[in-house]
């Protein structure tokens, strides 16, 4: 079984996790059964972007990364809170272990800065929200990041995007990472995606 670590700042975006949730759900059921996901959060209780609350299935300091095979993660909103949890050295632990073991990463949106913040994007490429009234894209490029201008960028191991609208493709890019690209086509097709 190929367990993906979905981690959960507080202010994430629901509909950017959902992706993950529901992607590799339809893989344990229909597809070849081999993805499961686990909640992760800093907090017993998070607080959504727009308001709603999700409790996690596990705390971060309860869980052993090593059980790990994948890591996802949904961006968020800075007025949430976001950048708290994103950018605390809890978090950046978690994206250097996975980096280091060469394990599957794939951030949507902003999840993308916290990847950079954990210093594992120096001189890779990547991409964020590119809206042309944010800022983001110029926060990524202050990290050493050489910043693409595409939808959703992949180097090596790790998955950047550059808005929501994106998220069911990296969930998807994330399936055919962790499975095979036969096995993602038929996930897809019986979600309709084809």
């Known amino acids: 079984m190929t367990k993906i670590l979905l981690l959960l700042a507080n202010g994430f975006e629901a509909s950017e996790a959902s992706v993950f949730t529901d992607v590799m759900g339809w893989n344990k059921w229909e597809g070849d059964g081999s993805t499961e996901v686990v909640t992760v959060g800093k907090h017993s ?18 869980i052993s990364l090593e059980e790990f095979d994948a890591l996802a993660i949904p961006g968020g909103f ?25 394990k599957p990463i794939a951030s949507i949106c902003v999840a993308a800065l916290m990847v950079a913040h954990s210093g594992v994007l120096k001189n890779k490429r990547a991409t ?10 110029d926060q990524l490029k202050q990290y050493g990041v050489q910043v693409i201008d595409q939808r959703i960028v992949c180097d090596d191991h790790i998955i950047t995007s550059s ?22 086509d038929k996930v897809k097709e019986l979600m309709g995606f084809v």
């Open 128 to 137: 964020t929200y590119d809206h042309p009234t944010s800022k983001r894209r």
């Open 163 to 184: 808005n929501p609208g994106t998220a069911f493709d990296v969930a998807f890019r994330l399936l055919e990472m962790v499975t095979s690209k036969e096995n993602k």
């Open 78 to 102: 800075e007025e949430a809170g976001f950048y708290e949890d994103a950018f605390s050295q809890d978090f950046q632990e978690v994206v250097r272990y996975f980096d280091a073991h060469k």
């Open 45 to 62: 209780q998070l607080q959504c972007t727009w308001n709603f609350q999700v409790i996690p299935e596990q705390q971060l300091s309860d």
